[in-house]
């Protein structure tokens, strides 16, 4: 069985607002589905006694100082933006969607 | 849709409301989250951004550890675990408010969980569950232009500033509360003023409301008695505590009028208008699963030792609940009374003003008096309407010395409230000093006397009670500059009658 569907990979373009066509969808869910194959392979692998690992260093509390640090001026800020106004990025209107929080 | 709203009293006689709740805190600290950018309230579009909070390729975040440690005092005031360990997460969705199309967030592991935090609501204490407290990054502002309201319908584009995008975030969010039934939007209003009043207390957000500082989701649903808890809705766009109060209301009647007809209550998000005190739908929610959550791979875990956490704890400050049951003890306040003086969020602009000088009742007076009246009118707060407790105090300190009287003092209070000036430099710009010069005193008693001898005479075969024309009419030619008082004892004193 496909480790992902045809429709999960629609439902992950709309997600990610890809224009994605009827054969494209075949080819990505194709390509999808080897990539997740490979990576199942490794569960198999683990075992119980091999926590799931989210980061490759034992690091932890790597923190700063609450100190400001000075950071680019607005024109530096908006020289990589395709278009700009008043200051502000400019994008296309993006409907149905709300702030995250 | 047009609908008659069936009552209040009915629809709780009927239903069950269960509410929740969910606050976001900007925290004041220094710099970002993530970043050394400033955090300041305003300020040019894009003036403060850096590679970082503009997500741009090959800038890696690192966590600011005064807004770790503002979060742990948060979950410790609010009587939660602490995560011994625990992790920040990408919550992934399509949206230009962050630059990113992520906003770092924590998801199954927050920093703190698990706790409570008492409120009062007509004298009743209800506990109210904490599910968790977690650290996340505020997101930019969009402002959308094209369209004829300023709204996202109808707008053709989107201008974007990044100054707000990465200051910390932290987000309370309430276990259910059920069993409130009519009280549900009073409990929701203590629960609001309470966190803020803790969050205030430990110094680490100005939580205020108008500024977005503090912003709160309201989730409401309701069930027959007896029966399985309803399909919430959430309720953003709450912008004051009021607001807080009148969503949860408007929302149970809402809920009511489709559930009496048969309908089906939609899980969504509404809008709440501050204006018709009612909501509107918005967008229905994305599922958890669309935001794609995983372990944001580019920060470390987070493991607060014991130590520090003890640390933390042992430096909390006395919260506002136990604060405020010293002052009433210190004040000698019945419940009642105490109760007043919140209600008129009076309690630190009193404690203040005690601070300056002021004996507790003369700052209770001034407060919940006057200046309570004055607030009240203008729709404001009553720390915005215009005077500070060191003012109150002085003035007071006036009416103490016997400069001024309380007539007068109200009309100098007026002036402190209109940008005039200290209530010293009024009472002299204005020449509003009691006029205590008993020569002058003397001579407008005299001429009181003189012009009313009917008075005087009854005054002299003994009724007293007459006098208080002749102190009327001393206080007339004085333009009220006198003190009453004085001014009986003179007229008593003149007529050769014992007081």
């Known amino acids: 069985m496909a480790a992902i569907s045809r429709e999960e990979v629609a439902h992950l373009a709309r997600l990610s607002r890809l224009a994605v066509t009827e054969e494209e969808l075949d080819i990505f869910a194709g390509q999808l589905d080897v990539i997740l194959q490979s990576v199942a392979q490794v569960g198999e692998v683990a075992a119980a006694d091999i926590p799931p690992t989210s980061h490759s260093v034992p690091l932890t509390n790597v923190l700063r100082e609450d100190v400001v640090v000075p950071g680019l001026t607005p024109q530096e800020a908006l020289s990589g933006a395709p278009d700009a106004e008043e200051q502000r990025f400019r994008v296309p209107r993006i409907l149905d969607e709300d702030v995250a929080s | ?499």
């Open chain 2, 1 to 499: 849709m047009t609908t008659t709203l069936p009552a209040y009293d009915d629809v709780v006689a009927r239903y069950e409301p269960v509410i929740g709740l969910e606050t976001h805190v900007e925290l004041g600290t220094n710099t970002k989250m993530f970043c050394g950018c400033p955090t300041d309230f305003g300020g040019e579009p894009n003036t403060r951004v850096c590679p970082v909070c503009l997500g741009l390729p090959g800038s890696l975040p690192v966590a600011n550890k005064a807004a770790i440690e503002a979060t742990i005092r948060i979950g410790l005031a609010l009587n939660c675990s602490i995560a011994e360990w625990c992790r920040f997460a990408r919550k992934n969705y399509f949206y230009p408010d962050m630059p990113k199309n992520f906003q770092i967030s924590q998801y199954d592991e927050p920093l703190c969980v698990d706790g409570y935090l008492d409120v009062e609501v007509n004298g009743e204490t209800v506990r109210i569950g904490i599910e968790r407290v977690h650290l996340e990054e505020d997101t930019g502002k969009t402002l959308h232009v094209g369209g004829a309201t300023g709204r996202i319908h109808g707008a053709t584009e989107s201008l974007v500033d990044y100054n707000r995008a990465g200051i910390p975030l932290v987000e309370i969010v309430t276990k259910p509360i059920p069993g409130t039934g009519a009280l549900a939007p009073e409990v929701a209003r203590a629960y609001v003023t309470e966190l803020r009043d803790v969050i205030r207390s430990l110094g680490v957000s100005d939580v205020r409301m108008e500024e977005g500082s503090l912003r709160c989701d309201v989730n409401t649903s309701l069930n027959r008695p007896g029966q399985e808890w309803g399909t919430r809705t959430e309720t953003k766009n709450v912008n004051s505590l009021r607001s807080v109060e009148r969503a949860v209301r408007s929302e149970m009647l809402r809920q009511a009028s489709v559930l009496d007809a048969g309908g089906r209550i939609t899980q969504e998000t509404r809008h709440f208008h501050e204006d018709s005190g009612d909501t509107t739908p918005g967008r229905s929610k994305e599922t958890a699963t669309d935001y794609r959550y995983f372990p944001e791979p580019d920060l470390v875990p987070l493991a607060p030792d014991a130590a520090w956490v003890a640390e933390l704890k042992a430096a909390l400050p006395e919260l506002p609940r136990l604060h405020r049951r010293r002052l009433q003890l210190q004040w000698g306040l019945s419940d009642l009374d105490m109760q007043s003086v919140l209600n008129a969020g009076a309690v630190e602009l009193i404690e203040a003003t005690v601070a300056a000088g002021a004996t507790p009742a003369a700052a209770r007076k001034w407060w919940l008096g006057e200046l309570s009246r004055r607030a009240n009118e203008a729709g404001i707060e009553l720390a915005d309407v215009g005077a500070t407790p060191s003012q109150v105090a002085e003035l007071q300190g006036l009416v103490d010395a016997g400069k001024l009287n309380d007539k007068l003092a109200r009309v100098v209070l007026e002036g402190v409230v209109g940008g005039e000036g200290s209530p010293t430099e009024i009472m002299n710009n204005r020449n509003l000093e009691v006029v205590s010069d008993t020569g002058a005193l003397t001579a407008a008693v005299d001429e009181a006397i003189v012009a009313n001898p009917d008075v005087a005479d009854k005054v002299r075969s003994g009724k007293v009670a007459a006098a208080g024309a002749l102190v009327g009419a001393v206080m007339k030619t004085t333009r009220g500059q006198a003190d009453a008082k004085t001014v009986r004892e003179l007229i008593l004193e003149r007529l050769g009658v014992q007081s």
